[in-house]
């Protein structure tokens, strides 16, 4: 009795017409044809499977962001950063405190003052719920919107780093650089087979107070969700957009993915043009 | 009430749970005392303020009351334990849901399963929900793009391992009309095309299917998450009126051929914390004021999503169980066809076998449905939840059956009782012969 882990669909075309079970699988990376034992039971294959990925979102989930790895690998990209932390003081506290992951350690406000930038577009990366997806995307994330950013003629950075942060930290720490708009790139709540996916979280004019209506969000962002150059793309369009607005959240809406979708034709066989648009996961970092 | 309120994390987030241990058992021990009857006169959130208040003071049913007028909440837990089923369907209307929440906090789980267990709530739409040793389930075939094949393949595995007679039915990963329609298409073409006595719906905001109702889309049941005070369903952009039209344009399409009981409900404790609008009430007695607001609308389905909010507000396994028993026992109290999911997040303290003990509590506890999600890992909302095969077991251990006329489609479809089936054995029956033609066209593409 085997039923192969589920995971990405097998390689190659669907069959024209599912003729056995596991032909399902195919069409879906949910984990449908695990076999069946006995009445009800899932067979081992299935349910180690299912242990492995939990096991794997777990450790995701209790990661720490690795700082200088992290600053190394920007520097390495010609991007210099400064690195905050809330004051959420550990795991435990951030997961049962949402609120002190909103706040800024008092202590970190010197290193920010050291680095203002009226009216820039500044950046922050947080851990969130997710160190692993900031330490894989959040650098070549953030190189390519600086780049276009510069080619666009708006000011860009600085860039800090968070350790423990939610969304709204972003907020205090654009305030404290007196930025035109901040971009927190945060670590999302790791599903069982994403656990490195990265939001980005729009604010024009941070400052603390700002609620959740007042930002723009691009979900699900890793290779095998929103890539990084869809992303990138959309994420531009929208920082211009809010620039050239002044304005973010619901009165800035994401018109551009919609139009994409429309020249496409709108075919709902490819569903790479909806991702961005999923809302999984939503809510849990901020 | 906060103080009496068992352990959990989003009432010390809001700074309302008992300091000790010891303050909170003196607060049950009060709470134990107060006459029942104080909860219609002492409204937690003010009568002027509040229209769920006012739903719920508005509504009460004195003479279903009278049974248990004269008593304090220990005395009515008392009662509770003793009460009969009749006794317990005849007392319902007389119950507002601040009593049920009050009694269910000096309660143990064993106490909240033996009175869930013995409360008797039948609802209908094309088939017959919570008949007595029945358990139904959602078929939850969610897709990250809502994709129409991806979303036929867990359709098509669900029905295979017999989950589907509480509703077929898709969260939608963009809450827009016309994807909202195609999901709406696509479920109402398999249902009609294998004739499935069951009902499907598309989990998406009231107003875009009240919009998908007068685009003429195929609509069964109308779902909306609520919560317990005006200020929190505000919120989530709706308030009774806006509810009560979407009932209206829902009984319209008569698509009922059992009972027009047409709308599916879901909460969760601390939806109102979390949209700051708890009014300093603790989350447990807001869950239960959100079943106030179901039941005037005579739902097909509520559920608590029990696990979903995440750990600050129920931190672990044992507080998402402790929670989800009390949501069961204070649903079904007031009458409720009371399904939970039972679920959790991956950054909550949790994991598959605190799921399994609350599934098994839940099914001893008589639970009319649970959710039905392949391999119990929705791949779009990102959570664990239960599994076709988690039904099954449930089904299989406790001698629970589907709906009665899911379970004849399940005769007639040769797909009833099947054992030890291979994933890569051929499909059995009509649907897997079906199936063998090719999923376009089976979802009609």
Same mark, same amino acid.
């Given at each position: 009795?085997?039923?192969?882990?589920?995971?990405?669909?097998?390689?190659?075309?669907?069959?024209?017409?599912?003729?056995?079970?596991?032909?399902?699988?195919?069409?879906?990376?949910?984990?449908?044809?695990?076999?069946?034992v006995?009445?009800?039971?899932?067979?081992?294959p299935?349910?180690?499977?299912?242990?492995?990925?939990?096991?794997?979102?777990?450790?995701?989930?209790h990661?720490a962001?690795?700082?200088p790895?992290l600053?190394?690998?920007?520097?390495?990209?010609?991007?210099?950063?400064?690195?905050?932390?809330?004051?959420?003081?550990?795991?435990?506290s951030?997961?049962?405190?949402?609120?002190?992951?909103?706040?800024?350690?008092?202590?970190c406000?010197?290193?920010?003052?050291a680095?203002?930038?009226?009216?820039?577009?500044?950046?922050?990366?947080a851990d969130?719920?997710s160190?692993?997806?900031?330490?894989?995307?959040?650098?070549?994330?953030?190189a390519?919107l600086?780049a276009?950013?510069?080619?666009?003629?708006?000011?860009?950075?600085?860039v800090?780093?968070?350790?423990?942060?939610?969304?709204?930290?972003?907020?205090?720490?654009?305030?404290?650089?007196?930025?035109?708009?901040?971009?927190?790139?945060?670590?999302?709540?790791?599903?069982?087979?994403?656990?490195?996916?990265?939001?980005?979280?729009?604010?024009?004019?941070?400052?603390?107070?700002?609620?959740?209506?007042?930002?723009?969000?691009?979900?699900?962002?890793?290779p095998?969700?929103?890539?990084?150059?869809?992303?990138?793309?959309?994420?531009?369009?929208?920082?211009?957009?809010?620039c050239?607005?002044?304005?973010?959240?619901?009165g800035?809406?994401?018109?551009q993915?919609?139009?994409?979708?429309?020249?496409a034709?709108?075919?709902?066989?490819?569903?790479a043009?909806?991702?961005?648009d999923?809302?999984?996961?939503?809510?849990?970092s901020? | 009430?906060?103080?009496?309120?068992?352990?959990r994390?989003?009432?010390?987030?809001?700074?309302?749970?008992?300091a000790?241990a010891?303050?909170?058992?003196?607060?049950?021990?009060?709470?134990?005392?107060?006459?029942?009857?104080?909860?219609?006169?002492?409204?937690?959130?003010?009568?002027?303020q509040?229209e769920?208040?006012?739903?719920?003071?508005?509504?009460?049913?004195r003479a279903?009351?009278?049974?248990?007028?004269?008593?304090?909440?220990?005395?009515?837990r008392?009662?509770?334990l003793?009460?009969s089923?009749?006794?317990?369907?005849?007392?319902?209307?007389?119950?507002?849901?601040e009593?049920?929440?009050?009694?269910?906090?000096?309660?143990?789980?064993?106490?909240l399963?033996?009175v869930?267990?013995?409360?008797?709530?039948v609802?209908?739409?094309?088939?017959?929900?919570?008949?007595?040793?029945?358990?139904?389930v959602?078929?939850?075939?969610?897709?990250?793009?809502?994709?129409?094949?991806?979303?036929?393949?867990?359709?098509i595995?669900g029905?295979?391992?017999g989950?589907?007679?509480?509703?077929?039915?898709?969260?939608?990963?963009?809450d827009?009309?016309?994807?909202t329609?195609?999901?709406?298409?696509l479920?109402?073409?398999?249902?009609?095309?294998?004739?499935?006595?069951?009902?499907?719906c598309?989990l998406?905001h009231v107003?875009?299917?009240?919009?998908?109702?007068?685009?003429?889309?195929?609509?069964?049941?109308?779902f909306?998450?609520?919560?317990?005070?005006?200020? &929190?369903?505000?919120?989530?952009?709706i308030?009774?009126?806006?509810?009560?039209?979407?009932?209206?344009?829902?009984?319209?399409?008569a698509?009922y051929?059992?009972a027009?009981?047409?709308?599916?409900?879901?909460? #969760?404790?601390?939806?109102?914390?979390?949209?700051d &609008?708890?009014?300093?009430?603790?989350?447990?007695?807001?869950?239960?004021?959100?079943?106030g607001?179901?039941?005037v609308?005579?739902?097909?389905?509520?559920?608590?999503v029990?696990?979903?909010?995440?750990p600050?507000y129920?931190?672990? #396994?044992?507080?998402?169980?402790?929670?989800?028993?009390?949501?069961?026992?204070?649903?079904?109290?007031?009458?409720?066809?009371?399904?939970?999911?039972?679920?959790?997040t991956n950054?909550?303290?949790?994991?598959?076998?605190?799921?399994?003990?609350?599934?098994?509590?839940?099914?001893?506890a008589?639970i009319?449905f649970?959710?039905?999600?392949?391999?119990?890992?929705?791949?779009?909302?990102?959570?664990q939840s239960?599994?076709?095969?988690?039904?099954?077991?449930?089904?299989?251990?406790?001698?629970?059956?589907?709906?009665?006329?899911?379970?004849?489609w399940?005769?007639?479809? #040769?797909?009833?009782?099947?054992? #030890?089936?291979?994933?890569?054995?051929?499909?059995?029956?009509?649907?897997g012969?079906?199936?063998?033609?090719?999923?376009?066209?089976?979802?009609?593409?």
């Amino acid at each position: 009795m085997s039923a192969p882990p589920a995971g990405p669909p097998p390689a190659g075309p669907p069959p024209a017409g599912p003729r056995l079970w596991r032909d399902l699988r195919h069409f879906t990376a949910a984990r449908v044809a695990l076999g069946r034992v006995g009445a009800a039971g899932l067979p081992t294959p299935a349910h180690l499977a299912f242990q492995a990925a939990h096991a794997a979102a777990r450790d995701a989930v209790h990661a720490a962001l690795d700082g200088p790895a992290l600053a190394a690998d920007l520097a390495a990209r010609g991007i210099a950063s400064v690195t905050v932390r809330s004051l959420a003081p550990d795991r435990r506290s951030y997961l049962l405190r949402p609120d002190l992951g909103r706040m800024l350690d008092p202590a970190c406000l010197p290193a920010l003052d050291a680095v203002r930038a009226p009216g820039s577009v500044a950046f922050l990366l947080a851990d969130g719920l997710s160190a692993l997806a900031v330490a894989r995307h959040a650098p070549a994330l953030t190189a390519a919107l600086i780049a276009g950013l510069g080619r666009a003629g708006i000011a860009a950075g600085p860039v800090v780093l968070a350790h423990q942060g939610r969304v709204a930290l972003g907020d205090k720490v654009g305030a404290a650089l007196g930025a035109a708009a901040i971009v927190v790139l945060i670590g999302e709540r790791p599903g069982l087979s994403t656990a490195d996916s990265l939001g980005a979280y729009l604010t024009w004019a941070p400052q603390p107070g700002r609620n959740d209506a007042e930002r723009n969000c691009v979900s699900n962002i890793r290779p095998e969700g929103l890539d990084l150059p869809d992303a990138a793309a959309k994420l531009l369009w929208l920082i211009a957009a809010m620039c050239e607005r002044r304005i973010s959240g619901v009165g800035l809406k994401d018109e551009q993915p919609m139009a994409a979708r429309l020249a496409a034709g709108g075919h709902p066989e490819k569903p790479a043009s909806r991702a961005a648009d999923a809302f999984p996961r939503i809510g849990d970092s901020r | 009430m906060a103080a009496a309120s068992p352990a959990r994390s989003g009432d010390a987030l809001a700074g309302i749970a008992a300091a000790s241990a010891a303050e909170r058992v003196a607060a049950q021990s009060a709470l134990a005392d107060l006459p029942l009857a104080h909860f219609l006169t002492e409204a937690l959130i003010p009568y002027e303020q509040d229209e769920v208040t006012r739903l719920i003071q508005d509504g009460h049913n004195r003479a279903a009351f009278a049974p248990v007028a004269s008593l304090t909440v220990g005395g009515f837990r008392d009662w509770l334990l003793g009460a009969s089923p009749a006794a317990l369907t005849a007392l319902a209307p007389g119950i507002i849901p601040e009593m049920a929440a009050a009694v269910s906090k000096i309660m143990r789980l064993q106490d909240l399963v033996s009175v869930a267990a013995r409360c008797r709530v039948v609802s209908g739409f094309r088939n017959t929900l919570g008949l007595p040793g029945t358990l139904s389930v959602r078929l939850q075939p969610n897709h990250p793009t809502d994709d129409p094949a991806g979303v036929a393949a867990s359709l098509i595995d669900g029905l295979m391992l017999g989950a589907g007679d509480a509703v077929l039915g898709v969260n939608p990963a963009t809450d827009s009309v016309p994807a909202t329609i195609e999901l709406l298409r696509l479920l109402d073409t398999v249902r009609a095309r294998f004739d499935i006595p069951t009902q499907t719906c598309v989990l998406a905001h009231v107003t875009t299917t009240l919009r998908c109702i007068e685009a003429g889309a195929p609509v069964d049941l109308v779902f909306q998450s609520i919560a317990g005070t005006e200020a &929190a369903n505000r919120s989530f952009g709706i308030d009774l009126a806006l509810l009560a039209e979407a009932r209206a344009a829902a009984l319209a399409q008569a698509r009922y051929s059992v009972a027009p009981n047409v709308m599916y409900f879901e909460t #969760g404790q601390g939806s109102a914390l979390s949209a700051d &609008a708890h009014h300093g009430v603790d989350q447990q007695t807001l869950e239960a004021r959100a079943y106030g607001v179901a039941r005037v609308f005579a739902p097909l389905l509520v559920n608590s999503v029990v696990g979903f909010i995440g750990p600050e507000y129920l931190y672990d #396994g044992k507080q998402i169980t402790r929670a989800g028993l009390e949501d069961h026992f204070c649903g079904k109290l007031l009458g409720l066809p009371m399904g939970v999911d039972i679920c959790y997040t991956n950054h909550a303290e949790a994991d598959q076998d605190d799921m399994d003990a609350l599934l098994t509590l839940l099914g001893v506890a008589g639970i009319t449905f649970i959710m039905g999600v392949p391999g119990a890992d929705d791949v779009m909302l990102s959570y664990q939840s239960t599994s076709f095969h988690d039904a099954l077991y449930i089904r299989s251990v406790l001698g629970r059956r589907p709906a009665p006329e899911f379970a004849a489609w399940l005769a007639r479809m #040769g797909i009833d009782g099947a054992e #030890g089936l291979r994933a890569d054995a051929a499909l059995p029956g009509p649907l897997g012969r079906a199936l063998g033609q090719g999923l376009a066209g089976l979802i009609g593409a």
